[in-house]
C-alpha cells in the first residue's frame, strides 16, 4: 500500500465529497480518483477494497470535525450553566455545518454502515468515543444533567442537522432559537 499521507488524505476528502454529493452508490474507487484529479487507481492503491475505502472516509471525517482544544479549553474555563450548555452545542452545531459536504457524508457513512457489519464497528466505536468525549466534558465542566441528557442532546440535535442539511420540514425556526430551547428542555429539566 502507498504511504504518502497528503495523498491519503486527499484521495479521503475527494471521497468525502463523492460521498456527500452521490451517496454510497456514487462512491467508487474511479469516481475518487475523478474528483482527486489523479491518474485512475490512485485510490485503489491507498485503499484496496470498498471496505477499506469505507474505512477510511470514516477515519478522515472524525479527525476533520474534530472539535478545537483552544474552543473546548475557553468553554471548560466558564462556570456551570445552561448558558454554557447552550454554548456548548451551538459550537457542535456551527462545526458540523461550517462543512455541509462533511455532515452529509457522515449522514451517509452511517446509513452505509447499517448495511455493512464491518463498517458499523468501525463508525460505532468512533460514535460512541465522540459521546463519551462530551459526557466527559459535560461531567468535567459541572454541568446539569449527565449522560442521559448528552444522549438526548445528540440525538435532538442529529434531528436538526439532518433537517438543516436535507429536505427540511422548514418550520421557520432558526437553529439556534432550536439549540436554546432544547438544552432548557432537556438539560434545564434535569438541573
Do not use: K
Amino acid at each position: 500500500m502507498a504511504r504518502n499521507p497528503e495523498r491519503r488524505n486527499l484521495l479521503a476528502d475527494a471521497g468525502l465529497r463523492v460521498l456527500a454529493a452521490s451517496g454510497a452508490r456514487g462512491l467508487t474507487h474511479r469516481a475518487v480518483d475523478a474528483e482527486a484529479g489523479v491518474p485512475t487507481g490512485t485510490a485503489s492503491n491507498y485503499f484496496p477494497s470498498r471496505a477499506a475505502l469505507l474505512a477510511g472516509l470514516a477515519e478522515r471525517i472524525f479527525g476533520r470535525m474534530a472539535p478545537d482544544p483552544a474552543v473546548l479549553a475557553d468553554l471548560g474555563r466558564r462556570e456551570p450553566s445552561l448558558a454554557l450548555v447552550t454554548d456548548y452545542l451551538r459550537y457542535v452545531v456551527e462545526r458540523t455545518t461550517r462543512e455541509p459536504e462533511l455532515t452529509r457524508a457522515l449522514f451517509e457513512l452511517r446509513l452505509e454502515a447499517s448495511r455493512r457489519p464491518e463498517l458499523r464497528r468501525a463508525l460505532g466505536d468512533v460514535l460512541r468515543q465522540g459521546y463519551a468525549d462530551d459526557v466527559a466534558f459535560h461531567v468535567a465542566a459541572g454541568l446539569p444533567g449527565g449522560a442521559f441528557e448528552v444522549a438526548l442532546l445528540h440525538y435532538a440535535v442529529d434531528g436538526l442537522l439532518l433537517d438543516h442539511l436535507a429536505t427540511s420540514i422548514d418550520a421557520g425556526f432558526d437553529a439556534d432559537q432550536v439549540v436554546s430551547a432544547l438544552v432548557s428542555r432537556l438539560v434545564g429539566a434535569a438541573g
